[in-house]
């Protein structure tokens, strides 16, 4: 990519510290890491900001780091350097949010499911304590373990926590990135490897490129450089310059130190190397992996030793003072990402003649777009001026498209991104048989949609219940109604280690529909049970294309069935197999009905409910079990997010899990009416729950209809909570304000 257009790819400037040192480029930062988890080395070395004009912690913000303990969030050596560079005026750059080294030990004693939960929790709290951060290094080493020699021996399970391969065998990394964007929209968002400049460049190109095809929010790639003392500066350009052509992205040199022990020769392959990383007009920055001796992960690439420069350091100083070094561009300059553009199309392969529908998600910080032109091997397909920017492109001939899209700006700046797809000859796609099935209702698990292997399925039969490693299936499918769904599987094993989940590929996300679920070991392969996979979020009704995606096979399944979720209306009776969400959870039979089964420490739930009537409640839990001290915690949690606390109740000892009894008690605070979320959490588990029946013994806000009162507002619900513009046959909650109260009513018309 030429100097000029790189240079024009993402503007927004903005003055670096003038204490930096070292870097006096406005455009691209000099950086380094804490040493021994401090940012001030010491021992006679130049103040941090002196040098450097960006950090990143070498370990202080990786998670094992942060949450060593389950639920105990330590960023104190994370915040010490976050504060630094804000205080300094300089960048800062978050080191490392998924990793298959480094993370907390308790991980591994998870469940795929619980796994997936607690890397969300991680992104979550790391989201509460900075809300913004300028860089993130969202995935480290991923790429060795693609090779099947893992180069972090926890990628393989951060791999199956974050829902596997699945559809474009990167599922897991486009995950992540979405996850990250979710939260921080304006970061940098970087991809970083570890041999991606020698041994591993072409898998570490085929990564990269696919996050970028498939419309993942990737922003730049990271390259560590730690084993480049031995190149040239000849074959190092020639690497670095094979990674561009290839990607047309920007690209951050992560990681740099050369463990030379030599002075002279330490100094030599720094000038071999620096040059032609910092004045390639596509790097955005370049941090250095330490700088004091015997204080890096590396005998001797420490830049100081005993407080004393090394030549190399020397060098590096009066480099940085050169025209070459002060006058290169970057991709980002000031570090500020302008403008976030990501190509989404449907799908990574279409056959032949088949409409692919393409999105443009584009976002700029700063600026107005005016259009986004796409064009596919430089054919104009659509000129785009309003959101969403969503098109279709027919391919008239097979074979590799290069997808570009061009956002020009209201002051008449353009950015520029690519994607690929790839177009084959074959049967075009379409729903099974023609028929679009409706949900709620059943789907055969031979009933995926016909087409191309690669575009509809992959590794798929449809004269076969049995699953295999990687296998996924897509179901085009339309939704009737909004609403919460529960998925059922009918599912047969002979043992416990198969995984499925239910996504969808949308155009601003890749949604888990379900969370990762374990199939139990039902006693033989012919053997099918119903398993109730909680889904995660209501359902928008309309056309949907649902991809099954087999995590590790070895079981077998039939059928799929959707079933739309009441809101459950209180005073009233709760089933527990309505719940819309939870962990660790085995709904069996029992009790002439469903129970929740078997339950263990740590499991919860969580419903929709409406509550019609405020005041105090008395409830009847009808429960089984066989051990003293089981028990569970109700809480409700208001829209707000508030949590009201309703009480832990502990069970009788029945006999047996199969003798059931009524166990009732008060709720200890008054109800507020309304739409909220009733949690259960088992605290001591060994017990069964059929339900739970509410009653209101103290209304409050229920009014004789016969006082005196002056009434204003009056609104109409359904007993599930729905507004209703007027009374509908049967019951309706009749909402008034009077004198300043919310009173409501129920009234059967």
């Not at 940085?320 to 199309?345: C, H, L």
């Not at 029992?590 to 263990?600: A, D, H």
Request: charged content about 20%; overall charge negative.
């Amino acid at each position: 990519m030429k100097k000029a257009i790189i240079a024009a790819l993402f503007m927004g400037f903005i003055t670096i510290s003038a204490n930096a040192q070292l870097s006096s480029n406005p455009y691209k930062f000099l950086g380094n890491i804490t040493t021994r988890g401090s940012v001030e080395a010491g021992g006679g070395v130049p103040q941090y900001y002196t040098l450097w004009n960006q950090i990143t912690c070498e370990n202080e913000s990786k998670w094992s780091s942060v949450e060593g303990n389950r639920g105990n969030f330590n960023w104190v050596g994370a915040d010490n350097a976050f504060n630094y560079a804000k205080q300094h005026g300089f960048t800062h750059k978050f080191h490392a949010l998924v990793w298959g080294s480094q993370y907390p030990s308790w991980l591994d004693n998870l469940s795929a499911g619980e796994r997936f939960s607690a890397m969300t929790n991680w992104f979550d709290h790391a989201k509460a304590h900075y809300e913004t951060l300028p860089m993130i290094d969202v995935v480290n080493e991923a790429v060795s373990n693609i090779q099947g020699n893992p180069h972090q021996p926890g990628n393989p399970m951060i791999k199956e926590t974050l829902g596997g391969g699945g559809k474009t065998g990167y599922d897991w990394l486009i995950k992540a990135f979405e996850m990250a964007y979710e939260r921080w929209p304006d970061a940098i968002l970087i991809y970083n490897d570890y041999n991606s400049i020698q041994y591993d460049i072409d898998p570490y190109i085929d990564l990269v490129r696919t996050l970028r095809d498939a419309g993942a929010p990737i922003d730049a790639y990271g390259n560590q450089s730690h084993a480049v003392a031995n190149m040239s500066s000849a074959s190092l350009k020639a690497a670095l310059d094979k990674q561009q052509n290839a990607l047309q992205m920007p690209m951050f040199i992560t990681e740099l130190d050369i463990n030379i022990a030599n002075d002279a020769q330490q100094k030599a392959q720094y000038q071999q190397v620096l040059p032609v990383m910092w004045e390639a007009p596509y790097c955005a920055g370049v941090t250095l992996w330490g700088y004091i001796h015997g204080a890096t992960w590396v005998d001797n690439s420490g830049l100081y030793k005993n407080g004393v420069e090394r030549p190399a350091m020397t060098w590096i100083k009066e480099y940085m003072q050169t025209d070459a070094a002060k006058n290169a561009v970057s991709p980002f300059p000031g570090t500020k990402k302008e403008a976030s553009i990501y190509i989404r199309p449907a799908a990574l392969k279409v056959a032949y003649g088949d409409a692919l529908p393409i999105k443009v998600r584009a976002r700029m910080a700063t600026k107005t777009i005016q259009k986004i032109d796409l064009y596919a091997n430089d054919e104009l397909i659509a000129t785009m001026t309003e959101e969403p920017y969503i098109t279709e492109y027919t391919a008239n001939s097979a074979g590799e498209k290069t997808l570009k899209a061009i956002v020009t700006t209201t002051d008449g700046s353009t950015y520029e991104r690519l994607s690929r797809i790839q177009v084959s000859r074959g049967s075009k796609r379409k729903p099974y048989n023609d028929i679009v099935a409706e949900l709620p209702g059943t789907i055969k698990i031979e009933e995926y949609d016909e087409g191309l292997s690669g575009v509809a399925y992959s590794n798929a039969s449809r004269t076969s219940y049995a699953m295999k490693d990687g296998q996924w299936m897509e179901y085009t499918v339309d939704v009737k109604e909004d609403g919460l769904y529960a998925l059922e599987v009918e599912v047969a094993s002979a043992n416990s280690n198969g995984m499925f989940h239910l996504s969808e590929y949308g155009f601003d996300n890749l949604t888990f529909h379900t969370n990762i679920t374990q199939v139990p070991n039902t006693g033989s392969a012919t053997t099918f049970q119903t398993l109730r996979c909680p889904m995660t979020e209501p359902l928008k009704a309309g056309r949907h294309t649902f991809c099954l995606n087999i995590d590790k096979g070895g079981f077998y399944i039939k059928s799929m069935t959707f079933k739309a979720l009441p809101v459950i209306s209180l005073p009233g009776t709760l089933e527990v197999e309505d719940f819309t969400s939870g962990e660790s959870i085995s709904v069996i039979g029992g009790n002439g009905g469903s129970v929740l089964g078997n339950t263990t420490t740590g499991e919860w739930l969580e419903y929709a409910v409406n509550i019609t009537e405020a005041g105090k409640y008395s409830f009847e839990a009808t429960v089984s079990s066989a051990v003293e001290g089981s028990s569970f915690k109700m809480t409700l949690i208001e829209p707000d997010g508030n949590k009201k606390t309703l009480g832990t109740i502990t069970l009788p000892n029945t006999g047996s899990l199969n003798t059931y009894q009524v166990k009732s008690g008060n709720i200890r605070n008054k109800l507020k009416d309304g739409r909220q979320t009733l949690r259960i959490d088992v605290i001591n588990g060994g017990f069964n729950l059929d339900k739970l029946v509410f009653t209101c013994t103290e209304p409050t806000g229920i009014i004789s209809a016969e006082a005196e009162q002056t009434a204003t507002e009056t609104q109409w619900f359904s007993p599930d909570g729905r507004r209703l513009s007027a009374p509908q046959k049967g019951l309706n909650l009749e909402r008034t304000v009077i004198n300043g109260q919310t009173v409501t009513r129920k009234v059967i018309r």
